[in-house]
């Protein structure tokens, strides 16, 4: 398996409260992503990066902040969680293209 | 927990039988396409892939063929065992691009 770690992998907070999730890897692969998903709605993008300090915006990026500040890690920040962004997030890396070697995901719940 | 299969198109089979899973994509220009396989509570793995200039690749078990014609993508298993229940999403790309869109998956249930 692809030595991607995801932290913490299960997490309940309230609604207001600001929530980050870590992902990291041990496999030095250049493009890191974050996905959610949601039933009905497959799997959707919400940040990637393409390097230390080079990020940009999925389909689902409002609520959401991002940062690389190491190739390893990459995390994906809610500055004020809501009840819609329960869901369970997944982190994945790639150095080829399309291929994505995801991690466990971490199931958040917002109340 | 809630299951990612919920509201998914659903193929349900006995084991031993071949299962064929579709998949109709969207973009002409998308040059390869992968097929992952999620079991529940862990993250999509792949399982095999396909450029656009083939119409058929086979793995260990599985087969994805590709027609361009008419946009479809299938991934066929044989024997199908119950390790195989899984959802399964196809997802395409364009060359060059790290950033494929994935398609709403579909959920195999396996019947021993």
């Known amino acids: 398996d692809a030595g991607i770690t995801q932290s913490p992998r299960h997490k309940v907070t309230e609604t207001g409260t600001p929530v980050t999730l870590r992902c990291h890897q041990t496999?030095?692969?250049?493009?890191m992503y974050w996905y959610r998903q949601d039933p009905g709605h497959g799997l959707r993008l919400i940040h990637y990066?393409?390097?230390?300090?080079?990020?940009d915006k999925g389909e689902v990026s409002d609520g959401y902040s991002v940062s690389r500040s190491k190739t390893e890690d990459f995390l994906l920040t809610l500055e004020s969680a809501t009840s819609s962004q329960t869901s369970v997030y997944f982190c994945?890396?790639?150095?080829?293209?399309?291929?994505?070697?995801f991690g466990e995901g971490s199931r958040l719940t917002v109340l | 927990g809630e299951s990612v299969g919920l509201h998914l198109p659903t193929l349900s089979v006995q084991e031993g039988d071949n299962s064929i899973i579709n998949c109709a994509y969207s973009?002409?220009?998308?040059?390869?396409f992968i097929w992952y396989k999620q079991e529940s509570g862990k993250g999509p793995q792949f399982i095999i892939d396909?450029?656009?200039?083939?119409d058929k690749r086979q793995g260990q078990r599985v087969t994805v063929l590709l027609n361009k014609t008419v946009k479809h993508l299938s991934l066929q298993i044989a024997a199908t065992q119950p390790g195989d229940s899984a959802v399964y999403f196809c997802?395409?790309?364009?060359?060059?691009?790290?950033?494929?869109?994935f398609g709403r998956g579909t959920s195999l249930i396996v019947h021993p």
């Open positions: 994945a890396i790639s150095e080829n293209t399309g291929e994505l070697f």
């Open positions: 496999e030095n692969h250049r493009y």
């Open positions: 990066s393409y390097g230390v300090k080079d990020t």
């Open positions: 973009n002409s220009a998308s040059d390869y």
């Open positions: 396909i450029r656009s200039n083939m």
């Open positions: 997802a395409e790309g364009e060359g060059g691009s790290y950033i494929p869109t």
